[in-house]
T-cell receptor, first 116, second 111 residues
Framework: DAGVIQSPRHEVTEMGQEVTLRCKPISGHDYLFWYRQTMMRGLELLIYFNNNVPIDDSGMPEDRFSAKMPNASFSTLKIQPSEPRDSAVYFC??????????????FGPGTRLTVL | KQEVTQIPAALSVPEGENLVLNCSFTDSAIYNLQWFRQDPGKGLTSLLLIQSSQREQTSGRLNASLDKSSGRSTLYIAASQPGDSATYLCAFQSGSEKLVFGKGTKLTVNP
């Protein structure tokens, strides 16, 4: 398996623009997580899905952020409108349900977002 | 609110030294404790996962221990090498699918 795939790897945009980050989880994994990493706050969970259904979005910072998982192999995280404080590395991770507390989450390489 | 603290934030050691990274957590209702490695510009890679019923896990030169009563975990790296230079994060999992991460310890092993 190719692992968790994220695109784009780098995104530079101007304040006010819409940004869409994409993730393809590992095949067969039915949990998908979106995280944000900054120097100040570390790694924070934004939202996670189980079987394509959002389970907990309490980490989503504002209504400007939204996430969807239309099918088992694809998820998006959208920021509209973007602001400079959204600059961070955004990670997607997936997890198999066979052993939720005995197996690890598998992380993608991340998308580095810079909002000017 | 569950919190995970890692001390020190950064550590620099000469090659060959044995070292210990520390992680503390506030919630005793733990399911597992995980250690991850993050290289610059890369995602996280799982190193070791210790279930609540276990006291330690070993993989090669790495050994992780878990003490639930004191809310602490340590990652021991034996005979450190320059290739071990990375940021090491611990993550705590309690009664949900969520992981709570510490901010990490940035390790530099000097040749």
């Amino acid at each position: 398996d190719a692992g968790v795939i994220q695109s784009p790897r780098h995104e530079v945009t101007e304040m006010g623009q819409e940004v869409t980050l994409r993730c393809k989880p590992i095949s067969g994994h039915d949990y998908l997580f979106w995280y944000r990493q900054t120097m100040m706050r570390g790694l924070e969970l934004l939202i996670y899905f189980n079987n394509n259904v959002p389970i907990d979005d309490s980490g989503m910072p504002e209504d400007r952020f939204s996430a969807k998982m239309p099918n088992a192999s694809f998820s998006t995280l959208k920021i509209q409108p973007s602001e400079p404080r959204d600059s961070a590395v955004y990670f997607c991770a997936s997890w198999g349900a066979g052993a939720p507390f005995t197996d690890t989450q598998y992380f993608g390489p991340g998308t580095r977002l810079t909002v000017l | 609110k569950q919190e995970v603290t890692q001390i020190p934030a950064a550590l620099s050691v000469p090659e060959g030294e044995n070292l210990v990274l520390n992680c503390s957590f506030t919630d005793s209702a733990i399911y597992n404790l995980q250690w991850f490695r993050q290289d610059p510009g890369k995602g996280l890679t799982s190193l070791l996962l210790i279930q609540s019923s276990q006291r330690e896990q070993t993989s090669g030169r790495l050994n992780a221990s878990l003490d639930k009563s004191s809310g602490r975990s340590t990652l021991y790296i034996a005979a450190s090498q320059p290739g071990d230079s990375a940021t090491y994060l611990c993550a705590f999992q309690s009664g949900s699918e969520k992981l709570v991460f510490g901010k990490g310890t940035k390790l530099t092993v000097n040749p």
